[in-house]
């Protein structure tokens, strides 16, 4: 516990040193927000409905920042800190269809304003916890007065099953912080992953004979 608290402090300590760290990821998820919102507004306009369901940005907090770096045992310089870890700018989607998901990534791969650095699609492997999602590593421009920013942030896509799946089983695991959820209750969560899965399933066929007819 104090070891964790001393991590925290030198964590904050450096972050203090380095002056507007998280400005550059801010302007990233302020570029991010606002190019998806165009892109709901534009689709709503056209055809009268959005792939986006919502949208909602984070930064990611010290804490876990603070684990990544212990975890991946990364130096504690500004430039360590910026090349290792992807993630610092988060923003996640959520769709009502699987078939959204993939077609924002493909609109993504095709801007000119965004990079796309690694795919992760735990929607095609999912993660052994049951977790569904489709991330993306991006790096996005930010432009300023004198020269232009490439900023990396994490894309997070999913469905609204896929989300309330997520968001669930973190609230369910936070009890168990350290420690790891009784066995019989993982299984559960696998369960009702593949639950959820079937449910988004069906739900897109039922989509795609409507759109035939
Ligand atoms: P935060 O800061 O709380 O949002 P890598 O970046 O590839 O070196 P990392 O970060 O482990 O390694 O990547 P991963 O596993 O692709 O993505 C981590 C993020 O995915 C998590 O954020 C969650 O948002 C989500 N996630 C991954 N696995 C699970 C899971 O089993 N359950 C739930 N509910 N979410 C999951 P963090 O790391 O918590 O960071």
Known sequence: MHQETDSINVVQA??????????PYQMALDELESDFKIIDLEWKTAHGYSPIEHLKTRMKTIFSLVD??????IPLTQEAIQQEIRDIAGVRIVTSFIDDVYMLKEHIEQRE?????????????PKKSGYK????????QVILSNEVLWVPA??????????????????????????????????QLVELS??????????????NQLLKD
């Not at 990544?68 to 045992?73: F, L, S």
């Not at 099953?161 to 369910?172: G, I, Q």
């Not at 420690?179 to 019989?184: K, L």
């Open 14 to 23: 450096a972050l203090k040193n380095w002056k507007g760290f998280f400005i």
């Open 68 to 73: 990544k770096i212990e975890n991946k045992n």
């Open 113 to 125: 304003d965004i990079r796309m650095i690694r795919v992760k699609d735990y929607i095609k492997d």
């Open 133 to 140: 999602s489709l991330h993306l590593i991006v790096e996005t």
């Open 154 to 187: 994490e894309i997070q896509l999913r469905t609204s099953a896929m989300d309330f799946w997520a968001s669930t089983e973190h609230k369910l695991n936070y009890k168990y912080q350290g420690a790891s959820i009784p066995e019989e209750a993982q299984k």
């Open 194 to 207: 593949r639950a959820s899965f079937l449910l988004d399933k069906e739900m897109s066929k039922l989509r």
